[in-house]
C-alpha cells in the first residue's frame, strides 16, 4: 500500500534562518507531489506541484522553493525565513491519470520566532 | 478551475443528517468533484468522489443533480467526531492541474 511520510512534525526556527521539508512516498511510481500551507483559521494554499523529477511549478510567488531530486521526494526550502512563513505545511501525493484524489501527509507545524 | 461556493460554517447536533451544499455553477466536462475532511492540525483526508447522480460509500453519500452545477454532501447521523473541515473541490483528474482548496465549511456537532 502506498503512504506518505513528512517530517518534522513541528519546527521552531528563528526569522532569517534556513528551512528544509521532506516529504516521501512509498509504495507508488511517478506520482504527482504537491506542497500546500495553512495559516493559522485559513484554508490551503498551494505552494508548489511536480509531475516528475526535477520539474517544478510554482503557484505563488514567495521566498520558498521546491525540489524533486528523485521520483518519490519532494523537498520545500527556504534561505530565510521570515516571521509570515509560519503555518501548517502539507506534502500530499496523487497518482497519474484518473483516481480517486490526494493523500496528504501528517503536515509540519512551522512556527517563525 | 471550477470555483465552489460552500457555507462558511454549519451547526448539528448529534444523531442528525447533515446536508451541505457546495455550488460549481462553470463546472467542465471532465471534472469530478470531491469532497474531503480536515481535523485540527491534520491534513485533509478523502471522503467522497463522483461525477454525477449519486456516490454512497461507508462514510457519506454525494448527490449530483443532472446539470452537475452544484453536489450535496449528505453524512448520516452525525457525531461529535465529525467535527471538522469539510471541503469541496472539483477538477479534471485526466490532467495535471492541482486542486485548489477553499475555506471549506466548518462543522460543529453539538451534544
Given amino acids: ?12 526556527q528563528p526569522v532569517g534562518s534556513p528551512l528544509s521539508l521532506e516529504c516521501t512516498v512509498e509504495g507508488t511510481s511517478n506520482p504527482n507531489l504537491y506542497w500546500y500551507r495553512q495559516a493559522a ?3 490551503l494554499q498551494l505552494l508548489f506541484y511536480s509531475v516528475g523529477i526535477g520539474q517544478i511549478s510554482s503557484e505563488v ?3 520558498l522553493s521546491a525540489s524533486r531530486p528523485q521520483d ?23 497518482p497519474m491519470g484518473p483516481r480517486y484524489g ?12 | 478551475l471550477a470555483k465552489t461556493t460552500q457555507p462558511i460554517s454549519m ?11 457546495c455550488s460549481h455553477n462553470n ?12 481535523f485540527p492540525s491534520q491534513g485533509p483526508r478523502f471522503i467522497i468522489q463522483g461525477y454525477k447522480t449519486k456516490v454512497t460509500n461507508e462514510v457519506a453519500s ?4 443532472a446539470d452537475r452545477k452544484s453536489s450535496t454532501l449528505s453524512l448520516p447521523r452525525v457525531s461529535l467526531s465529525d467535527t471538522a473541515v469539510y471541503y469541496c473541490l472539483v477538477g479534471g483528474y485526466s490532467g495535471n492541474t492541482p486542486l485548489v482548496f477553499g475555506k471549506g465549511t466548518r462543522l460543529s456537532v453539538i451534544a
Fill in chain 2, 27 to 38: 463546472i467542465a466536462t471532465n471534472d469530478y468533484i470531491t469532497w474531503y475532511q480536515q
Fill in chain 1, 102 to 113: 490526494y493523500t496528504f501527509g501528517s503536515g509540519t507545524r512551522l512556527t517563525v520566532v
Fill in chain 1, 41 to 43: 483559521g485559513r484554508g
Fill in chain 2, 62 to 65: 454525494l448527490f449530483i443533480p
Fill in chain 1, 1 to 12: 500500500s502506498q503512504t506518505i511520510h513528512q517530517w518534522p512534525a513541528t519546527l521552531v
Fill in chain 1, 61 to 63: 510567488p514567495q521566498n
Fill in chain 1, 72 to 94: 518519490r521526494q519532494f523537498i520545500l526550502s527556504s534561505k530565510k525565513l521570515l516571521l509570515s512563513d509560519s503555518g501548517f505545511y502539507l506534502c500530499a501525493w496523487r
Fill in chain 2, 11 to 21: 451547526d448539528s447536533y448529534e444523531g442528525q443528517e447533515v446536508n451541505i451544499t
